[in-house]
């Protein structure tokens, strides 16, 4: 029995030190570093600091400027890339001829790099040469500078964020399409149930579940949307495409003040945090009720 659990503990060994060295020592060394002044061009002066980061943090308006918009983007992305999903998914289960080629062509954004995403975006969306520019210029409007412009420059990266993501909804939602029950569609056929009575009292609440994790997952990976941002506009103009993550950055990174930014970090974890234990909460509150009615 004893051997039995050495060898356990043995097999499992690298897998703890793995997580510790990747995430548990990172983790505590960023929360240790948030409480200093550590700059990395002077940390020999390292000085603790207490909460003085986490308060000029919270001061910056171009920091509170990038919370905002990152709940936007957020809100925004979720909302559409989740509705957009469902609606591909109910429209595609309809499909009989040519399935597997849709099934295929709708993911193929999703499997592409968040940097070839930009990228390729970058290029379309260009002012000189992109073919988004051409085919507006073939209805007599543009040219338009949508990545410097601060109407579009948001827009446009959360419209690439919806191309990208909208095929992940998809894939969950149409899986969970797949698993409802085709007897209760038919019993409500007999019971002379329309389209949206059967999709309000059989499908949705069949997919639910499902629902739910791809809004948390989703929401939960807004929050960290750099890359995009980072490529096609670098936070502007005038800081209003500037996230969470952009602002971390470019204090923690380009500016090397590694104690600010942890600082920001921590703040964005706890903001994240937040959002998906009031989530998860609404979410168990919301099935008890079920349960009980």
Do not use: C
């Not at 085709?182 to 949705?204: C, K, M, N, P």
């Amino acid at each position: 029995m004893h051997s039995k659990r050495r060898f356990q503990w043995l097999m499992l060994t690298p897998v703890l030190l793995l997580l510790f060295g990747l995430t548990v020592f990172p983790f505590m060394y960023t929360v240790s570093n948030s409480f200093t002044d550590y700059y990395y061009l002077a940390s020999e002066s390292k000085e603790f600091v207490g909460l003085r980061n986490y308060v000029q943090v919270l001061q910056d308006e171009v920091f509170l400027q990038a919370v905002w918009n990152t709940v936007k983007f957020m809100l925004l992305a979720v909302t559409t890339e989740t509705v957009l999903g469902l609606a591909i998914a109910l429209l595609l289960e309809s499909v009989k001829k040519g399935l597997r080629f849709f099934r295929v062509a709708l993911l193929i954004p999703s499997l592409l790099p968040p940097v070839t995403v930009a990228l390729l975006w970058q290029m379309m969306l260009s002012n000189h040469n992109g073919i988004i520019n051409h085919m507006l210029a073939f209805f007599g409007a543009g040219p338009f500078n949508f990545l410097m412009d601060i109407n579009t420059a948001f827009y446009a990266i959360l419209l690439i964020d919806i191309w990208q993501w909208t095929p992940f909804a998809f894939l969950l939602l149409y899986a969970a399409l797949q698993a409802v029950s085709r007897s209760q569609y038919e019993a409500a056929l007999v019971d002379g149930a329309g389209r949206i009575s059967t999709f309000i009292h059989i499908t949705l609440p069949n997919i639910l579940p499902s629902l739910m994790l791809v809004i948390l997952l989703r929401t939960i990976d807004s929050f960290r949307l750099f890359d995009k941002v980072n490529i096609l506009t670098g936070g502007g103009p005038a800081n209003s495409t500037t996230t969470i993550t952009q602002y971390i950055y470019r204090h923690g990174v380009y500016n090397l003040q590694i104690g600010y930014g942890a600082s920001a970090s921590m703040i964005m974890v706890l903001l994240v945090l937040a959002f998906t234990v009031f989530y998860i909460m609404r979410s168990l509150g919301g099935k008890r009720y079920g349960r009980n009615h």
